[in-house]
């Protein structure tokens, strides 16, 4: 035990090379320098910068705690650098990701994503960050809830002390902006009523009963709802706590073996698997896809970063992959159909409005008898 330690992901698409597919090595490289400077002068303890998918991760801990300006600064300040070269190099969606021009002191509501975590080292302190592309905060609702409370998933629930009295849930609201605390397993119906509908309800952070340790966090920013527009894809980043009275890192990394349907892939209007992947994998391409996902492994040591172990590197995962590839082909075949297409209420960011603004003219009330009529003409012809 000693001082608090914070962990921090502050994630962003702020330019990419051959359209979505991933970040230029000179902008990653230009958000390494701001960062490693940062460092030098002691305004973070250690940092590590990767990417999947288009977005550009900062994984940083300090000593400041959450939302602290200093620190969302200083991610600004490394996207702003990383846009420079992206502008300079004429790549893709160029600061897509930034949805202002001056920092306000915190980077929440403006445009990145960001899960941070706030502990006292434990003697060990395992801890595994997930950084996904081309899907939405409310894709980890399902891992989330089989790590934490479904026994088949966690055996640590049934025969670990410390775990068996269950978690409790924090879930957010993202349309009303509000959240609630739920206890599991007593309210596990309850959870799983809200956290069923991932586009609105989001599991943001979860603790464990016994004494109120946070386990885990989860980025819950939706971009579209943000900016009032289609800017992009969320692409959801989250830290999970693990091993001494949590779940351990298998448990953890096992609702991943199913590549369950989320929101997202192209143009962010498609539903699509969610496929683990090593890092050299975490680039899309087919269909802007499909959503992906990669699982770093750290410990944490008075702040410092050891790691990362690349987690979903694993045969283990080969099988979930080629599993991701069979869904990923069956849900192509509907092309702009449903359920691969988001249904209406997700659409209202896209092209949806405007064309049936286009149209409005040119819809009419039609009575039932006159259809009757005009069908009975029709056929008689």
Same mark, same amino acid.
């Given at each position: 035990?000693?001082?608090?330690?914070?962990?921090?992901?502050?994630?962003?698409?702020?330019?990419?090379?051959?359209?979505?597919?991933?970040?230029?090595?000179?902008?990653?490289?230009?958000?390494?320098?701001?960062?490693?400077?940062?460092?030098?002068?002691?305004?973070?303890?250690?940092?590590?910068?990767?990417?999947?998918?288009?977005?550009?991760?900062?994984?940083?801990?300090?000593?400041?705690?959450?939302?602290?300006?200093?620190?969302?600064?200083?991610?600004?300040?490394?996207?702003?650098? @990383?846009?420079?070269?992206?502008? $300079?190099?004429?790549?893709?969606?160029?600061?897509?990701?930034?949805?202002?021009?001056?920092?306000?002191?915190?980077?929440?509501?403006?445009?990145?994503?960001?899960? $941070?975590?706030?502990?006292?080292?434990?003697?060990?302190?395992?801890?595994?960050?997930?950084?996904?592309?081309?899907?939405?905060?409310?894709?980890?609702?399902?891992?989330?809830?089989?790590?934490?409370?479904?026994?088949?998933?966690?055996?640590?629930?049934?025969?670990? !002390?410390?775990?068996?009295?269950?978690?409790? +849930? %924090?879930?957010?609201? =993202? +349309?009303?902006?509000?959240?609630?605390?739920?206890? /599991?397993? %007593?309210?596990?119906?309850?959870?799983?009523?809200?956290?069923?509908?991932? *586009?609105?309800?989001?599991?943001?952070? =979860?603790?464990?009963?016994?004494?109120?340790?946070?386990? @885990?966090?989860?980025?819950?920013? &939706?971009?579209?709802?943000?900016? *009032?527009?289609?800017?992009?894809?969320?692409?959801?980043?989250?830290?999970?706590?693990?091993?001494?009275?949590?779940? @351990?890192?298998? %448990? =953890?990394? $096992?609702?991943?073996?199913? !590549?369950?349907?989320?929101?997202?892939?192209?143009?962010?209007?498609?539903?699509?698997?969610?496929?683990?992947?090593?890092? &050299?994998?975490?680039?899309?391409?087919?269909?802007?896809?499909?959503?992906?996902?990669?699982?770093?492994?750290?410990?944490?040591?008075?702040?410092?970063?050891?790691?990362?172990?690349?987690? +979903?590197?694993?045969?283990?995962?080969? %099988? /979930?992959?080629?599993? @991701?590839?069979?869904?990923?082909?069956?849900?192509?075949?509907?092309?702009?159909?449903?359920?691969?297409?988001?249904?209406?209420?997700?659409?209202?960011?896209? /092209?949806?409005?405007?064309?049936?603004?286009?149209?409005?003219?040119?819809?009419?009330?039609?009575?039932?008898?006159?259809? =009757?009529?005009?069908?009975?003409?029709?056929?008689?012809?």
């Amino acid at each position: 035990m000693g001082d608090k330690i914070t962990l921090s992901i502050i994630k962003a698409d702020v330019g990419s090379i051959a359209g979505h597919h991933m970040p230029h090595p000179d902008q990653l490289a230009a958000a390494t320098k701001i960062l490693a400077e940062a460092k030098q002068k002691d305004i973070i303890i250690d940092f590590y910068v990767t990417h999947v998918g288009d977005d550009i991760q900062l994984i940083m801990t300090h000593r400041k705690g959450v939302d602290h300006p200093d620190i969302h600064g200083l991610a600004w300040e490394a996207f702003k650098s @990383a846009t420079k070269v992206a502008k $300079e190099l004429k790549l893709y969606a160029a600061g897509q990701d930034l949805l202002s021009e001056a920092f306000s002191g915190n980077v929440r509501g403006m445009g990145p994503g960001v899960a $941070e975590l706030e502990m006292e080292e434990r003697e060990a302190e395992p801890v595994i960050t997930f950084h996904a592309d081309k899907t939405e905060p409310g894709a980890f609702n399902m891992p989330i809830y089989r790590i934490f409370a479904d026994p088949f998933n966690t055996a640590g629930l049934v025969i670990d !002390p410390k775990m068996h009295d269950g978690f409790i +849930f %924090e879930v957010y609201d =993202v +349309f009303e902006g509000r959240s609630v605390l739920m206890k /599991t397993p %007593e309210e596990s119906y309850d959870v799983l009523a809200l956290i069923g509908t991932p *586009g609105r309800y989001i599991v943001r952070r =979860v603790y464990r009963k016994s004494d109120n340790l946070l386990a @885990a966090v989860v980025s819950v920013e &939706r971009l579209n709802l943000t900016a *009032g527009r289609y800017v992009g894809k969320d692409d959801p980043v989250a830290i999970v706590r693990a091993q001494h009275g949590l779940p @351990a890192v298998g %448990e =953890v990394l $096992e609702p991943f073996s199913f !590549p369950h349907l989320v929101a997202g892939w192209m143009r962010g209007s498609h539903h699509g698997p969610l496929m683990p992947v090593p890092m &050299r994998y975490a680039k899309v391409t087919r269909f802007d896809g499909p959503p992906r996902i990669i699982a770093l492994g750290w410990n944490i040591s008075k702040g410092r970063l050891i790691g990362p172990v690349d987690l +979903f590197d694993d045969v283990a995962f080969d %099988e /979930t992959r080629r599993l @991701a590839e069979m869904i990923a082909e069956y849900m192509r075949r509907h092309g702009p159909f449903m359920p691969h297409r988001l249904g209406p209420e997700e659409m209202e960011y896209t /092209t949806l409005p405007s064309v049936l603004e286009k149209l409005k003219d040119r819809f009419v009330k039609t009575e039932e008898v006159k259809v =009757v009529k005009k069908h009975s003409d029709l056929l008689s012809h």
